[in-house]
């Protein structure tokens, strides 16, 4: 592949993972205070289809066409910019491009701390894939969790517990010290053990089951999905001041967003992984030919864990 140009999943429309093509575009170049990696792979998130599905949600993320695809990515820096320091070509980093992340290259600036423009090193014993699915779910559960802020004591529902903020989620909050209860299809219950939670079904009388579980109490919640998470705490007598939200608004539940995890978040997540005490289940990987497909499964919503493309 000639170094002045790069592949780069693109969208010329938006829309459906239908509209997801392959394109050969100029390879961009790390400017200063920037550097440039090479992706080698990219982990999908909800949101990667939902602010490209149409133009008006697109408009808010400040997107417009020819849009890129995806934000989570890892590799290895290959250029670095005037005034940059801490990162050398060669550094294995991962971190967050808004809507470019499925690309041979992206450019990053060196200092950004949102997930939208970052790079982190690597730790020794994360490999890529693992790096590439930490930012957006990583970040958005640190957030979630100093909402809820479940610790010793506290049994926490988490709703939608199987999914890809959930799988942090779970271990983040059993490693503060909290039972977990969290629900998902029946199908789910022997994975979401796995990660350390009781499952319980979703559905109507979810209240019913999670206080059949948990006699003495639920103490915090968190929304994964939607909000019936979050109608079952309250059933439980969960105070609002401890319930949290990322995909739903309820009046008086305090939503929780990646871009406001604390700093150094990801970090911690990072190094939990290296350590052996969070991990990470892969779902499914796919070259990035079948980026079309990849993106069919994730949006179904009934994966657990992450889909990771690999370039």
Known sequence: MPANTSRAVQLDSFGGPEVLNIRQVPAPQAGPGQ???????????PMDWIMTADADTAARFGLSLPAGFGTDYAGVVDQVGDGVTGFAPGDRVFGGALSRAVADFVVVDAAGGSAANEAHQTPDGVDDRTAATLTIAGRTAAAALAVAGPGPGDTVLIGGAAGGVGVFAVQLARLAGARVIGTGSAASSDFLRGLGA????????????????APGGVTAAIDLHGTEAVHAARELGVPDARICTIAAQVDGVSPANGANAVPGALEEIARLVAAGQLRVPIAASFPVEQIRPAAELQAGRHVKGKVVIDL
């Open 35 to 45: 550097v440039r990696v090479r992706v080698t792979a990219a982990g999908l998130n």
């Open 198 to 213: 009781e499952p319980a079904a979703y559905g109507d009388g979810l209240a019913d089951r999670v206080r059949a579980l």
